[in-house]
């Protein structure tokens, strides 16, 4: 079945450094792979999106990458502070449903003073 | 523009009854999904609804029901509630839910079942 893992639960950097989370996917190949902030009690804010044929994709401080190859993304905030602390979640659409969405289970990002 | 809003934001019900959610999308949206969150599986997708119709369904057993209303607003309803219903229920909106549309969610309506 169609799957899509975040390997790390929970991260912990310090500030100033960079956060590199993971996502990989099994089974399917995604036409596009999200990423969304999720903080307590709130619903996940969308991020950043890129395409199967993009390698990169920045914004700000965030920058995504695509490996079809590795059948993977990578998503990175550089220069991070205690207020990107917060769960991450990636999440793919493939070509066999327009609007199904699969998403991973999320990595729980902390940045230390 | 406003966003997307739920209610209620909590809810305590216990097993055997049935629960009615609401969802307001972003004007102008007419594609509305409903998610499930919970620690253990994290966000799984129940269906999505455009233009009155169940466009895409996940694996939900037939309790858990929707429908949209002409002015794109969303209700979802869960019958012969269970304990492992105990969850925060998402709705998100797209413009028209085309693939790759990122979703605008709501708060959620956390919903516990004793």
């Known amino acids: 079945s169609q799957k899509i893992e975040q390997n790390s639960e929970a991260l912990n950097i310090q500030e100033g450094k960079t956060a590199t989370l993971t996502c990989n996917y099994t089974?399917?190949?995604?036409?596009?792979l999200q990423w969304y902030r999720q903080d307590p009690g709130r619903g996940p804010v969308f991020l950043l999106l890129?395409?199967?044929?993009?390698k990169e994709k920045r914004k700000e401080r965030l920058k995504v990458t695509f490996d079809t190859t590795l059948k993977q993304s990578l998503f990175h905030i550089t220069a991070s502070q205690p207020a990107d602390s917060a769960t991450y979640l990636c999440?793919?659409?493939?070509?066999?449903?327009?609007?199904?969405?699969?998403f991973g289970s999320g990595t729980r990002l902390s940045i230390r003073p | 523009k406003a966003g997307v809003t739920q209610t209620p934001r909590y809810l305590i019900k216990t097993r055997g009854q049935q629960v009615t959610l609401s969802c307001s999308p972003i004007?102008?949206?007419?594609?509305v999904s409903w998610y499930q969150q919970t620690p253990g599986q994290g966000l799984q997708f129940l269906f999505e609804?455009?233009?009155?119709?169940?466009?895409n369904k996940g694996n939900f057993p037939g309790r858990f029901s929707g429908r949209q209303f002409s002015n794109s607003r969303s209700e979802m309803n869960v019958s012969t509630l269970e304990l492992g219903d105990s969850a925060l229920y998402l709705c998100?909106?797209?413009?028209?839910?085309?693939?790759?549309?990122?979703?605008?969610f709501g708060d959620g309506t956390r919903l516990s079942i004793l």
């Open positions: 999440a793919s659409t493939g070509y066999s449903s327009a609007s199904k969405i699969i």
């Open positions: 089974n399917y190949s995604p036409a596009y």
């Open positions: 890129i395409r199967e044929n993009e």
């Open positions: 004007s102008g949206h007419r594609s």
């Open positions: 609804y455009f233009s009155e119709t169940q466009r």
């Open positions: 998100a909106s797209s413009p028209d839910g085309r693939e790759g549309q990122p979703q605008h």
